[in-house]
């Protein structure tokens, strides 16, 4: 293959086109929404075991994924099905379900193989309250679930990790799909499931504030919030280094925000993919008052910290450790210009059960987003026993797609990372894309949730007003612009104007490294080229026009981007798209699109000659940064380096 980086041979090149036109036959591009594969097998009725891999949630997912039918068999009379625990501790426990031998048994012959009498699919659900019981309709989606397998029977049980998501009773279901007759029968249905302690914080992450010296820290509860009841959300540091504690709390640097079935765009968000949302709450880490009153956080210092109520319930754990950020304007004229600050960016993350449960059947696969996710979190916590670390992600966040527990899923599994380092996003089409609310394209991709979730759950340092979620920060040596490929930003637009201003406004002296972050590529390499406004080619071509020269003008470093599910690198592209890797001036441009979801499978027959990277494998990159030089690593799942960069400072 030759030298790292070096472009793929061309044999190797028309392979990967080949598979691109084999997977076609099977669908088109996953980030528009739509199919890229189905598994097709030539299964038969003499061949059980063909048949169940071919049916493996295919129209079962369908059925769970659609709020306006469904057939319902209620004939059959549901037992109890048994759990050793209906109060659950934490956010996090284990549950054990217990399977019904005789009802099973209708289903699963004495060889183990699957019955073709009976011809159905067995799967353990696990809903939120009881709508999904009305025969009418699916009123409400599965949190999760689990085909079931012989040997599940012949254990007998099945054990569940449990997340909090409200305050309704979680229930389990056992239920049989008939594929033929397209029928559903509710074997068994356990009792209702509640957490001891709703007021625990969870899916606590952080963020840089507004000011580059300030930290955010978010999380979410879920009992009720009222004048008899309120909620005053705090965050207790203590300085490792002193021992001394302060709180950050108050109006001036608290807020709880939450939202509701009424202020989403369409289904399934509003319908059957809600679930309760929770209460987020958040706190910036920040002197307040005219007269900055109370103490503040000591650039470059470590603290462990809690966060909650007083009242209602703090959480704080010996993970729960931060280095406050430093201030760019003191690292001018520092002796220790080769002090390493690392970053770890991503995008097309998405989460997964890690309890052999599934909740994203065939539509958007992001299994291999749990290993990338454990090994971020593993990366940041070892660089942050010596310095600054911070984690960059640039659009489609958890894929919920309106289907609301998805989103406490994500956070539980980012947790690990986000509650450690600065975690900061840009919005992506499966956060934002609905008809008619405001977005570019006017595609489904949110599945009906048009940018509510995520603006309500990830407190960027957004000052624009609401569903403005551009904005830019400071952090180490480096001064991002995060921008929104969701929303207009064509010449004149008030996305545009907006980063004219903040590019111009950068401190090059502070801060010397400059990138923009934003989702869709503005540099691809990809065959989806069709006319339509939301292709991969039309789109790059769209952003190269809003913002080649400005960026050039500016001498924006890097953009940061996701969208097309690869790793891609660019060479320092001049304004008339060729390489210019030698002024230091060329845009080199990063798509690090391969965090989680399925990858895409379209690349050119040739490459784009401004790339010298393109390689469809899952990863994320580390960057290490100082004042002087930023050099680049990605690193696939299985911990081999797939590609290495660097520049220094001009």
């Not at 011809?119 to 025969?135: A, D, K, S, V």
Request: glycine share 8%; aromatic share 10%.
């Amino acid at each position: 293959m030759g030298e790292l980086g070096a472009k793929p041979t061309r044999w190797l090149r028309a392979a990967v086109w080949l598979c691109v036109v084999l997977v076609a036959l099977g669908g088109v591009h996953p980030c528009t929404g739509a199919r890229i594969f189905e598994r097709r097998h030539a299964a038969t009725q003499e061949d059980p075991a063909s048949w169940l891999e071919a049916h493996r949630l295919e129209r079962w997912t369908e059925r769970f994924r659609s709020s306006s039918s469904s057939l319902l068999d209620s004939s059959t009379t549901m037992t109890s099905l048994s759990v050793n625990e209906t109060t659950v501790a934490w956010s996090g426990d284990f549950v054990r379900v217990r399977l019904p031998q005789d009802e099973l048994k209708l289903v699963f012959d004495d060889d183990e193989e699957l019955s073709s009498s009976s011809r159905g699919l067995t799967y353990l659900c696990l809903f939120q309250g009881l709508e999904f019981l009305n025969h009418e309709a699916w009123p409400t989606t599965p949190i999760k679930w689990k085909l079931l397998e012989p040997e599940d029977l012949e254990r007998g049980h099945v054990d569940a990790r449990m997340l909090n998501m409200g305050t309704t009773p979680l229930h389990f279901a056992l239920m049989v799909h008939d594929d033929h007759a397209d029928t559903v029968r509710f074997v068994a249905l356990s009792d209702g499931i509640e957490f001891e302690y709703p007021d625990y914080p969870v899916g606590v992450h952080l963020a840089v504030g507004r000011e580059a010296t300030t930290l955010v820290a978010q999380w979410t509860t879920f009992d009720a919030i009222n004048a008899s009841r309120p909620y005053e959300p705090v965050v207790e540091v203590t300085d490792l280094e002193t021992g001394s504690k302060f709180v950050f709390g108050g109006d001036e640097v608290a807020r709880t925000v939450t939202y509701g079935r009424e202020d989403l765009c369409g289904a399934p968000a509003n319908s059957a993919g809600w679930v309760e949302p929770g209460y987020q709450h958040s706190v910036e880490m920040r002197r307040t008052g005219a007269a900055l009153r109370g103490s503040a956080l000591v650039p470059g210092r470590r603290y462990a910290y809690r966060v909650g109520d007083f009242k209602r319930g703090m959480r704080g754990d010996e993970a729960m450790v931060f280095w406050a950020p430093v201030d760019p304007s003191a690292l001018v004229g520092d002796d220790d210009d080769d002090k390493v600050y690392t970053i770890l960016a991503f995008a097309d993350m998405g989460e997964y059960p890690d309890d052999g449960f599934d909740d994203q059947g065939k539509e958007i696969e992001t299994e291999p987003s749990v290993r990338v996710a454990r090994m971020v979190a593993e990366e940041a916590e070892w660089a942050a026993r010596d310095g600054q670390v911070l984690a960059v992600h640039n659009g489609d966040i958890s894929y919920a797609r309106g289907y609301g527990a998805i989103w406490h899923s994500f956070f539980a599994q980012i947790e690990p990372l986000a509650s450690r380092v600065p975690y900061m996003t840009t919005i992506g089409n499966h956060e934002r894309d609905w008809p008619n609310s405001g977005d570019r394209y006017g595609g489904q991709d949110s599945g009906g949730e048009c940018g509510v979730p995520y603006m309500s759950r990830l407190a960027m340092p957004r000052q624009q007003g609401p569903d403005k979620p551009w904005y830019s920060f400071r952090w180490g040596p480096v001064h991002f612009v995060q921008l929104s490929t969701e929303h207009p930003f064509e010449r004149g637009t008030e996305q545009h104007e907006w980063a004219m201003g903040a590019l111009e406004a950068v401190n090059r002296t502070e801060t010397p490294w400059l990138v923009a972050g934003f989702h869709r590529p503005m540099y691809i390499d990809s065959t989806y080229c069709d006319a339509s406004n939301a292709s991969d080619c039309k789109v790059a071509d769209d952003l190269r026009f809003a913002f080649r020269y400005l960026f050039y003008q500016y001498r924006v470093d890097m953009t940061w981007v996701g969208h097309h599910h690869s790793y891609q690198r660019t060479c320092a592209v001049d304004l008339a798209k060729g390489c210019d890797d030698k002024s230091g001036l060329g845009l080199v441009n990063l798509v690090v699109g391969n965090a989680g979801a399925v990858l895409t499978a379209n690349l050119e027959l040739e490459m784009p000659s401004w790339f010298q990277v393109a390689k469809l494998v899952h990863g994320y990159t580390k960057f290490e940064v100082t004042r002087k030089r930023i050099s680049l690593k990605s690193i696939d799942v299985d911990g081999n380096v797939i590609d290495e960069w660097s520049k220094s400072s001009p």
